[in-house]
């Protein structure tokens, strides 16, 4: 009777060791099959449909057209334009390979494009802007990243398209891609741009 015993103790000893590291695959998988499938471009934010912050921001200092310096972001500058906000930095990858990109967005007059540099210094963000071109008629500098705080912002870059009411309609997290400017940013921008025309 004891050697009975003593046999099944060392299956069920192995079995006891074994549940820890199963359920632990299982847990890995299930946290990497929902991670892989999410799409952080549709990550819902709390402002649309509200209106844009109303945080003023300094100009880029030294950043001129023509000669003139760029202005700075006044709230003021949404009310009856559509607007095209993109929260970007010199030092963040994917905003240099979405610049290309927003340079060509800017040739379409329809719509304004403004510019919130995060957290940069100011003579990285002019080299980029030179490098690249400068698709902003609008740059406003947010130096301590608390006016990105009040629109929102998850990380750089980030996209806002605000209606001519100066109401946030819609926010693109992550870089701008081909792939989703033509399948989202695009049509949101028409969307925005036939409303109250």
């Not at 800017?106 to 210094?121: E, H, S, T």
């Not at 990285?124 to 902003?136: E, H, S, T, V």
Request: aromatic share 8%.
């Amino acid at each position: 009777m004891s050697e009975h015993s003593t046999s099944a103790t060392p299956s069920r000893g192995t079995f006891l060791v074994v549940l820890p590291l199963l359920a632990f695959i299982c847990l890995a998988l299930l946290f990497w099959f929902r991670l892989g499938s999410g799409d952080p471009s549709r990550i819902p934010s709390a402002l649309i449909g509200r209106p844009a912050p109303q945080t003023t921001l300094p100009p880029l200092d030294g950043l001129q057209v023509g000669g003139a310096q760029v202005p700075g972001l006044d709230p003021a500058a949404f009310m009856g334009k559509v607007s095209l906000v993109n929260v970007w930095a010199s030092w963040c990858v994917p905003c240099h390979d979405e610049a290309p990109l927003l340079t060509e967005l800017a040739k379409d007059k329809r719509f304004q494009l403004v510019g919130i540099n995060y957290k940069d210094a100011p003579d990285n963000a002019r080299r980029f802007l030179g490098r690249y071109g400068n698709p902003f008629g609008v740059v406003g500098t947010d130096a301590n990243g608390r006016a990105s705080i009040e629109w929102g912002v998850y990380g750089v870059p980030e996209t806002f398209v605000v209606g001519r009411e100066g109401t946030i309609v819609y926010k693109l997290v992550g870089p701008i891609t081909p792939e989703n400017l033509q399948s989202v940013l695009l049509p949101q921008l028409e969307k925005a741009l036939k409303a109250g025309s």
